[in-house]
C-alpha cells in the first residue's frame, strides 16, 4: 500500500500588510530558468518594507548585507518558522 504525500501549504507571499523584517525567499518557481542567474537572491532574505513611492515594490537585505529595493512584491514568499 503506497503512503499518500502529505500535502504541502500554500505559500504566503508579501503583500504591503506583511511586517517589515519578515524572513522571505525569492520564488524562483514563478520565472524562466533562464532568468535565474540575474537575480541576486539565493538563499533568505530580510523583507524591510515597502516602498512609499512604488507600491508593490519592496526593500530587501541578503545575508550579505547587501541592500536590494524596486522588486516586486509578489515575487518573495514568507519562509515558515520550521524551515529556518
Same mark, same amino acid.
Given at each position: ?26 520564488? +524562483? ?8 542567474? %540575474? =537575480?541576486?537572491?539565493? $538563499? *533568505?532574505?530580510?523583507?524591510?518594507? &515597502? ?8 526593500? +530587501? ?8 529595493? %524596486? =522588486?516586486?512584491?509578489? $515575487? *518573495?514568499?514568507?519562509?515558515?518558522? &520550521?524551515?529556518?
Amino acid at each position: 500500500m503506497k503512503k499518500k504525500n502529505k500535502k504541502e501549504p500554500a505559500r504566503k507571499y508579501v503583500n504591503s500588510k506583511t511586517k517589515p523584517y519578515t524572513i522571505v525567499k525569492f520564488d +524562483f518557481d514563478k520565472m524562466p530558468k533562464e532568468y535565474h542567474k %540575474g =537575480y541576486p537572491f539565493k $538563499e *533568505f532574505t530580510l523583507y524591510l518594507g &515597502e516602498i512609499e513611492h512604488m507600491p508593490g515594490h519592496g526593500v +530587501f537585505v541578503n545575508k550579505d548585507g547587501k541592500v536590494l529595493w %524596486g =522588486y516586486h512584491l509578489d $515575487e *518573495f514568499y514568507i519562509v515558515p518558522e &520550521e524551515e529556518i
